[in-house]
Nanobody, 125 residues
Framework: QVQLVESGGGLVQAGGSMRLSCAASGSIFSINAMGWYRQAPGKQRELVAVISSYGSTNYANSVKGRFTISRDNANSTMYLQMNSLKPEDTAVYYC???????????????????WGPGTQVTVSS
């Protein structure tokens, strides 16, 4: 079992930056990939970025060049650096972890077995 807790959300003006953190605990040795998803009101949860235990990454087209995903394995923490934020980035951001063998890249939402409670990110125009 892996437990995940996000932090770092809040309110920021358009064009600003914010860094989200995701702290993992429990069976962290089993994690093969981690990711960030987001869900805006009235919309489906969508992939933002994923990173494998080897450092391979994948980003949604909407955030490429603006967001950077990274992992600190020593501290069991994942980050999402968000720059040039836009109002359309407003959403609840969820951290997730995949603890079984990676069958496809990027993984699909159903592949992630552990999820954090989410953190709200609001970008004002």
């Amino acid at each position: 079992q892996v437990q995940l807790v996000e932090s770092g959300g809040g309110l920021v003006q358009a064009g600003g930056s914010m860094r989200l953190s995701c702290a993992a605990s429990g069976s962290i040795f089993s994690i093969n990939a981690m990711g960030w998803y987001r869900q805006a009101p009235g919309k489906q949860r969508e992939l933002v970025a994923v990173i494998s235990s080897y450092g391979s990454t994948n980003y949604a087209n909407s955030v490429k060049g603006r967001f950077t995903i990274s992992r600190d394995n020593a501290n069991s923490t994942m980050y999402l650096q968000m720059n040039s934020l836009k109002p359309e980035d407003t959403a609840v951001y969820y951290c997730c972890a995949l603890s079984r063998r990676i069958l496809r890249w990027p993984p699909e939402r159903a592949d992630f077995g552990s999820w954090g409670p989410g953190t709200q990110v609001t970008v004002s125009s």
